[in-house]
């Protein structure tokens, strides 16, 4: 049987999970592929460090262009992470043409449309399976399961850390500090959160996922993102009373079909959507909503890429994604709706997806070809990243307001002279004289219009504290 040698850099949670996978698995990857990988050398930080699995001490080297220049190494796999020395380490494996497998969503985000090139250029592969949503196979899904759908929808619970702390608080009304801390205790979150928590890793994956099924490059600084320290437990229990969940979702999703010369793309959903809600949309959207679709129109493709908390409805599959599990909702226009669900993170669900993507690696040497889909498909040339501020939604929003007469009214005006609509209010009894919260669900608007009149609203005299928003998603 061919044999190819694997040079890996990175021993810790991943590459060691990696390195245990493939002396579980090896033999069934083998007999699959007709390939035998032969773990040749781990780069790692430091041999001592603490790992997950055990890897023989005679296999660690901390000298990491030994690995990637060794010439009896065939495949590089990058699962060091990190966006400096890992981005020098895979061009230098690219530029001796090895395939190379790559863990590192924020290296990617950041540097892939260069990584990518190189790879092309010196007619080999970057794979990276286990960028995104570790075990789930999302990225082959999108690269290849759908490569005959344009992809108009694609919902993600794409952190699994934030999936983790929003699970928590609905099910045990504790406040955001109060899970955050627990869950550091337990090694769910890292001592340093920000990644995870301010959405920036999600923003990495769904950037990803964006460059894949639209086929342009999405920048990271394109794509607006929220994270999730500002929810709280009032916001939650609303929600839940409205019949919704909380969760930190991202969106990819094509802004054509919402009153723009899209309806040739539209999906069957959509289209039978568009007849039902023509005559409603032209009631209860306002003008700032035309005046969005209007500079659309003029534009090419566009698609919305957003990381926020999302109120998802409590009907909705998504609703039901808890703790630290990831799931991915994607919509076709051929296949229709379709769910991922599985583990995001963690030694061997990345694990599984590294192996996917030596097995393709190591196709790609036994067959002499680099010829696969290719990770980018140039088909949305004009494509670009809709302006958060043209994003439509609907909202649900928090305000704290004095309890009396006529500071509905003033609420209302603001909203009504930016042209939005107020599908229900909430507000608890029982606080006459006082600050009471008072909730409001908003219609489809944009969010430019939403902030500005929030913004006005939060300068009355009568409102307490800056209005909180939470976007919702109704999945149409
Ligand atoms: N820290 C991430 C999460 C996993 O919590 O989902 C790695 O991207």
């Not at 608080?169 to 955001?176: A, N, R, S, V, Y």
């Amino acid at each position: 049987m061919q044999q190819v040698n694997l040079g890996m850099i990175g021993g810790g949670t991943v590459g060691s999970g990696v390195f245990h996978a493939l002396q579980l698995n090896g033999g069934l990857l083998a007999s699959r592929t007709g390939v035998k990988v032969n773990v040749r050398k781990i780069a790692v930080k430091a041999v001592d460090e603490p790992r997950p699995y055990r890897i023989p001490e005679a296999m660690m080297t901390t000298d990491w262009e030994g690995v990637v220049n060794d010439p009896q190494v065939d495949i590089v796999a990058e699962l060091a992470g990190g966006t400096g020395i890992a981005r020098t380490m895979i061009l230098t494996a690219l530029k001796l043409g090895k395939p190379v497998i790559t863990a590192n969503k924020a290296l990617l985000s950041a540097h892939g449309e260069e990584l990518f090139a190189a790879a092309n250029d010196h007619g080999t592969n970057l794979y990276y399976e286990a960028s995104v949503c570790g075990g789930i196979p999302i990225i082959k899904s999108v690269r290849e399961g759908f490569v005959g759908n344009r992809i108009t929808h694609l919902y993600g619970i794409v952190n699994g850390t934030c999936n983790y702390i929003l699970t928590r608080m609905k099910l045990e009304g504790i406040e955001f500090d109060q899970v955050l801390k627990d869950a550091q205790a337990q090694g769910y979150a890292e001592a340093d959160p920000s990644l995870d928590v301010d959405g920036h890793d999600a923003l990495h994956k769904i950037g990803i996922l964006a460059s894949l099924a639209h086929g342009f490059w999405v920048k990271p600084e394109k794509i607006h993102f929220e994270g999730i320290r500002s929810i709280t437990q009032t916001d939650i229990r609303f929600a839940n009373q409205l019949g919704y969940t909380v969760k930190l979702l991202g969106i990819i999703k094509s802004a054509e079909g919402e009153g723009s010369k899209g309806e040739g793309r539209a999906t069957k959903g959509e289209a039978f959507a568009g007849s039902l809600t023509k005559e409603k949309r032209s009631r209860s959207i306002g003008s700032a909503l035309q005046d969005a679709s209007a500079t659309k129109a003029r534009n090419g493709a566009r698609v919305q890429v957003t990381v926020y908390p999302t109120l998802v409805p409590n009907t909705h599959v998504l609703s039901s994604i808890n703790h630290v599990f990831n799931a991915v909702f994607v919509r076709g226009d051929v296949v229709g709706d379709t769910l991922f669900y599985g583990r995001g993170a963690g030694s061997d669900a990345t694990a599984s997806a590294v192996l996917s993507d030596l097995a393709d690696a190591s196709l790609d040497l036994k067959f002499e070809t680099k010829h696969r889909l290719p990770p980018f498909v140039p088909h949305e040339k004009d494509g670009a990243v809709l302006p958060i501020d043209e994003v439509v939604s609907r909202y649900f929003v928090r305000l704290n307001v004095v309890d009396m007469p006529g500071v509905l009214a003033q609420v209302s005006n603001i909203l009504g002279n930016a042209s939005i609509g107020i599908s229900s209010v909430i507000q608890p009894q029982g606080h006459e004289g006082k600050s009471v919260p008072l909730i409001l669900m908003l219609h489809d608007a944009p969010n430019g219009a939403v902030s500005r009149a929030l913004k006005k609203i939060g300068e009355l005299p009568v409102v307490k504290a800056a209005p909180v928003m939470i976007r919702v998603e109704n999945f149409e």
